[in-house]
């Protein structure tokens, strides 16, 4: 089993971003995780600043894989361009061993990831099949719009066990915006460094 350093924005990522990785991969990791804030304690400011020494603790720590994952909010693609420059230099580093590095941005946060399958959604929530399902980009708020459909649901599930059941219920061909959403990008960087 891989050991993989997870690093992203908060405790609903810390547990459906795992689902998503290992649906993606097909295979089974054990994941450490790191909150992007935690990086910001060592007055590191900027993603790619951030990636940079996220990779660090990662080969310090012995793990071998590094997966980050930033929410767009307001700024789309500026930070995903920002991890990944970060990546590129940590690349062409020739003293240091390579390390599967698979980068994501949730366009404009995770909830949006999970909006995306609109099946997905009814199934793991149990609802009636004719409840409509908003496209993420629809929505004022993903957070707002998915809690709206969550407190709809019979199932007595807390929110996060809630969205890792959708996250179990994706089928990524399902997903009709995942270009624009960053999925598509995230499940392919996936593919490209852990299979």
Request: contains cysteine.
């Amino acid at each position: 089993m891989t050991d993989v350093l997870l690093v992203s924005e908060g405790p609903n990522d810390r547990a459906v971003i795992p689902v998503i990785i290992e649906k993606a991969t097909n295979q089974k990791f054990e994941f450490s995780y790191m909150p992007w804030t935690e990086l910001r304690r060592h007055r590191i400011t900027g993603f790619e600043a951030k990636l940079g020494l996220a990779l660090a603790v990662a080969r310090l720590n012995s793990h071998l894989g590094l997966v980050g994952v930033v929410d767009a909010d307001d700024q789309p693609k500026v930070r995903i361009a920002a991890l990944r420059r970060a990546k590129e230099k940590d690349r062409q580093k020739l003293d240091l061993e390579r390390l599967p590095t698979a980068l994501g941005e949730a366009n404009p946060e995770l909830e949006a990831w999970l909006l995306d399958d609109h099946e997905a959604v009814k199934k793991a929530l149990a609802l009636p099949a004719q409840t409509k399902i908003p496209s993420p980009f629809e929505c004022k708020d993903v957070k707002i719009s998915l809690d709206e459909l969550i407190s709809k649901s019979a199932r007595n599930e807390n929110r996060t066990e809630r969205l890792c059941e959708i996250a179990k219920s994706i089928e990524f061909d399902k997903c009709r915006n995942s270009k624009a959403t960053g999925l598509q990008s995230f499940v392919d960087d996936l593919k490209n460094e852990f299979v």
